[in-house]
Nanobody, 125 residues
Protein backbone atom coordinates (compact mmCIF):
# COMPACT_ATOMS: atom_id res chain seq x y z
CA UNK A 1 0.00 0.00 0.00
CA UNK A 2 1.00 3.64 -0.34
CA UNK A 3 3.02 5.07 2.51
CA UNK A 4 4.27 8.59 3.04
CA UNK A 5 6.59 8.99 6.01
CA UNK A 6 7.70 12.43 7.15
CA UNK A 7 10.73 13.23 9.27
CA UNK A 8 12.88 16.17 10.26
CA UNK A 9 10.55 18.19 12.44
CA UNK A 10 11.55 19.55 15.82
CA UNK A 11 11.86 22.53 18.13
CA UNK A 12 13.79 25.49 16.78
CA UNK A 13 14.23 29.13 17.70
CA UNK A 14 12.82 31.88 15.55
CA UNK A 15 15.12 32.53 12.61
CA UNK A 16 16.30 28.94 12.55
CA UNK A 17 16.04 26.27 9.86
CA UNK A 18 14.92 22.71 9.42
CA UNK A 19 14.83 20.24 6.55
CA UNK A 20 11.70 18.14 6.37
CA UNK A 21 11.79 14.89 4.43
CA UNK A 22 9.07 12.62 3.08
CA UNK A 23 9.78 9.10 1.90
CA UNK A 24 7.18 7.65 -0.46
CA UNK A 25 6.57 3.99 -1.20
CA UNK A 26 3.91 1.91 -2.91
CA UNK A 27 3.24 4.36 -5.72
CA UNK A 28 4.67 5.31 -9.10
CA UNK A 29 6.43 8.41 -7.87
CA UNK A 30 6.81 9.93 -11.32
CA UNK A 31 3.03 10.06 -11.70
CA UNK A 32 2.48 12.19 -8.63
CA UNK A 33 2.60 15.81 -7.63
CA UNK A 34 3.99 16.03 -4.11
CA UNK A 35 2.84 18.64 -1.66
CA UNK A 36 3.39 19.92 1.85
CA UNK A 37 0.55 21.19 4.00
CA UNK A 38 0.48 22.30 7.62
CA UNK A 39 -2.09 22.52 10.37
CA UNK A 40 -1.81 24.55 13.54
CA UNK A 41 -4.10 23.92 16.54
CA UNK A 42 -7.57 25.32 15.89
CA UNK A 43 -6.79 26.05 12.23
CA UNK A 44 -7.67 24.35 8.97
CA UNK A 45 -5.02 22.47 7.06
CA UNK A 46 -3.30 24.93 4.75
CA UNK A 47 -1.22 24.61 1.61
CA UNK A 48 2.50 25.29 1.96
CA UNK A 49 4.24 24.11 -1.22
CA UNK A 50 4.00 21.61 -4.06
CA UNK A 51 6.24 20.21 -6.78
CA UNK A 52 5.29 18.41 -9.96
CA UNK A 53 7.24 15.66 -11.68
CA UNK A 54 8.51 18.34 -14.04
CA UNK A 55 9.92 20.07 -10.90
CA UNK A 56 7.64 23.06 -11.38
CA UNK A 57 7.07 24.45 -7.90
CA UNK A 58 4.27 26.30 -6.14
CA UNK A 59 4.34 28.16 -2.81
CA UNK A 60 1.93 29.81 -0.43
CA UNK A 61 2.56 33.54 -0.23
CA UNK A 62 3.35 33.25 3.47
CA UNK A 63 6.39 31.04 2.84
CA UNK A 64 7.76 32.37 -0.47
CA UNK A 65 11.43 33.22 -0.18
CA UNK A 66 11.80 31.23 3.05
CA UNK A 67 10.79 27.68 2.15
CA UNK A 68 12.08 25.54 -0.73
CA UNK A 69 10.50 22.32 -1.95
CA UNK A 70 12.49 19.76 -3.90
CA UNK A 71 12.22 16.13 -4.93
CA UNK A 72 14.62 13.29 -5.60
CA UNK A 73 12.87 11.03 -8.07
CA UNK A 74 15.53 8.35 -7.78
CA UNK A 75 14.88 8.07 -4.04
CA UNK A 76 11.10 8.60 -4.13
CA UNK A 77 11.55 11.46 -1.71
CA UNK A 78 10.41 15.04 -1.35
CA UNK A 79 11.97 17.67 0.87
CA UNK A 80 11.00 20.99 2.38
CA UNK A 81 13.82 23.28 3.43
CA UNK A 82 12.39 25.76 5.89
CA UNK A 83 14.45 28.83 6.71
CA UNK A 84 13.91 32.04 8.67
CA UNK A 85 11.30 30.30 10.76
CA UNK A 86 8.71 32.33 12.63
CA UNK A 87 6.53 31.35 15.61
CA UNK A 88 3.52 31.40 13.28
CA UNK A 89 5.10 28.57 11.29
CA UNK A 90 4.45 26.28 14.26
CA UNK A 91 2.25 23.43 13.04
CA UNK A 92 2.15 19.79 12.09
CA UNK A 93 3.56 19.49 8.59
CA UNK A 94 2.05 16.87 6.31
CA UNK A 95 3.38 15.36 3.10
CA UNK A 96 0.79 14.52 0.44
CA UNK A 97 0.67 12.92 -3.00
CA UNK A 98 -1.71 13.69 -5.86
CA UNK A 99 -1.75 11.82 -9.13
CA UNK A 100 -1.02 14.28 -11.92
CA UNK A 101 -4.11 14.98 -13.96
CA UNK A 102 -5.09 18.03 -16.00
CA UNK A 103 -6.85 20.84 -14.20
CA UNK A 104 -6.13 19.60 -10.69
CA UNK A 105 -5.25 22.50 -8.45
CA UNK A 106 -2.20 21.78 -6.32
CA UNK A 107 -3.20 24.16 -3.51
CA UNK A 108 -6.37 22.29 -2.50
CA UNK A 109 -6.07 19.57 0.12
CA UNK A 110 -8.95 17.75 -1.54
CA UNK A 111 -6.76 17.21 -4.62
CA UNK A 112 -4.41 14.90 -2.78
CA UNK A 113 -4.91 11.16 -2.72
CA UNK A 114 -2.49 10.13 0.01
CA UNK A 115 -1.24 11.70 3.21
CA UNK A 116 1.50 11.07 5.72
CA UNK A 117 1.09 11.14 9.49
CA UNK A 118 2.82 14.49 9.87
CA UNK A 119 5.85 15.87 11.65
CA UNK A 120 5.68 18.57 14.32
CA UNK A 121 7.51 21.84 13.82
CA UNK A 122 7.62 24.17 16.81
CA UNK A 123 9.22 27.60 16.58
CA UNK A 124 9.97 29.42 19.81
CA UNK A 125 10.20 33.20 19.99
Amino acid sequence: QVQLVESGGGLVQAGGSLRLSCAASGLTFSSYTMGWFRQAPGNDREFVAAIKWSTRTYYADSVKGRFTISRDNAKNAVYLQVNSLKPEDTAIYYCAAAIELPFRTVVAASTYDYWGQGTQVTVSS
